[in-house]
Structures are given as C-alpha cells and as structure tokens.
C-alpha cells in the first residue's frame, strides 16, 4: 500500500499457528512512542472482509482517486475495494486493487488484502500481489509479499482508535516489504479538490529497508486516504 520503495534487509520471523490460536503477540492499543508494535494478538476467526472503521473503508464498490504531480509527470491512483475475497495463510482476504498511471500511461497494479477485525475494527494488511508496468508490459512485482509465506506476517494497515505518537508495523515481509507507520496528528485540515476535511488522521511511513526515505499520508474520518505525498483525493464513490 506504501507506493513503491520497499526493497532490502532483514526483518522478523513470525510463525503462524493453529486455526483459531491468536495469529501474534501483543494487542494493536500499545502505549504510543515506544517501539514499533510488529506482532499483533489477532486470531483468525477475529476477522472479517467487510466494515470500516473511522478512518478506512473496507466495503465492496468503495473508490477514491487521488492526482498529483510527481517528477513533472501527472499521477493518477485509484483505490477500488473489489467484490472480491482471497484466502491467505488461512485467513480470507478482501481484494483492495490500487491502479497507478503517469500521464496516463500503466505503471503498476497491485492487488492488497485486507481483513478488519470483528470487534476492534482494527485493519490488517494480509499481503499484496504486484504488476509493475513499463510500455504496456509486466516487468517487475516488486514488494509483492503473503502472509504466512516465507517468514511474512500480517500488519497492521489502519487502527480504528489511533493515538498521536502510536507506531506500527503495516507490512512483516523479511527482505522484501517492511513498510511501518507512527500516528504524527489527529487534528489536521486538508482541502483537496474533493472538498475540506476536518479532524484527519496524519501518519508518516517510513521502512528500514531504506533509512532516511519517508512519505505522508493523510485520512479523513468518514473517507478515508485523502493525501498521499502529493497526491490529493479527487473523487471519491461507493457503489
């Protein structure tokens, strides 16, 4: 979900247990500004392929499309909650496709799965699926990773109650995708040509895989990522 950078070292074995055994360790409410939370006290029936939470919508024909200018290039994402489901590592999966172009041309399509907690409303992030485009071909998958597959480990995409200082793992994938978020503000206001938000939540990502490199985001309650670097929501939709 983190728009391509990740590539790079090592990160944490988390072996996956039994069917209804807790996925991970500790719960995703940790105390903010300590250590980045990587294991998750998730059991498998805790989650579901549908809901919301403040700050994510996890709905079937949900839509957002943001632009922006990156490099001199126009940038267009557009971020589809499919109906469509994934079973991964033994948990059921829904399908978020991210679509990216430059000046209209493909650059990547990256099929994410995510699952959201039946209690909490927490979002987890299960793995993704990775085509990366270069004149009208598939060269690359790049950061494509799956929970319970060769070390990986689900994250935590989007906690439902976050907290200024709260950081956290998105994605456990050794050497491939370690991407991690912390929780900078919960009161900014962002205008984007899809309208003035209020109360939004900011985080910053960042990844060990490459130190120094970081990237903003911005969520709006009720809608959801308004802001991704330089991109801006431009329209949004539910089906």
Not at 196 to 213: I, M, R, V
Not at 215 to 222: D, M, N, Q, R
Request: glycine residues 12%.
């Amino acid at each position: 979900m983190r728009r391509r950078t990740v590539i790079g070292c090592a990160g944490v074995l988390v072996l996956v247990a039994a069917l209804h055994s807790p996925v991970m360790g500790r719960p995703a409410g940790q105390k903010p500004g300590g250590d980045w939370q990587q294991v998750f006290a998730v059991g498998r029936g805790d989650l579901t392929t549908a809901g919301e939470n403040p700050y994510f919508i996890l709905k079937p024909g949900s839509q957002l499309t943001l632009e922006g200018k990156e490099s001199g290039k126009t940038v267009r994402l557009v971020v589809s909650v499919l109906d469509e489901t994934k079973v991964v590592g033994g948990i059921e999966a829904r399908v978020v496709e991210e679509r990216e172009t430059e000046n209209g041309a493909l650059v990547e399509v990256s099929r994410n799965y995510l699952a959201i907690h039946k209690t909490t409303r927490d979002v987890y992030y299960l793995g993704e699926d990775v085509d990366i485009y270069k004149n009208g071909k598939i060269v690359d998958h790049e950061g494509a990773w799956l929970h319970g597959t060769g070390g990986a480990t689900l994250g935590l995409l989007m906690p439902a109650s976050p907290v200024v200082g709260q950081r956290y793992y998105q994605e456990v994938a050794p050497r491939v995708a370690m991407d991690r978020a912390e929780v900078v503000s919960l009161s900014e206001r962002m205008i984007t040509p899809a309208g003035t938000f209020e109360k939004c939540l900011k985080t910053q990502e960042t990844t060990p895989l490459e130190p120094g490199d970081k990237e903003y985001k911005l969520y709006a309650p009720g809608v959801g990522l308004v802001q991704d670097g330089p991109l801006l929501l431009i329209s949004r939709s539910q089906k």
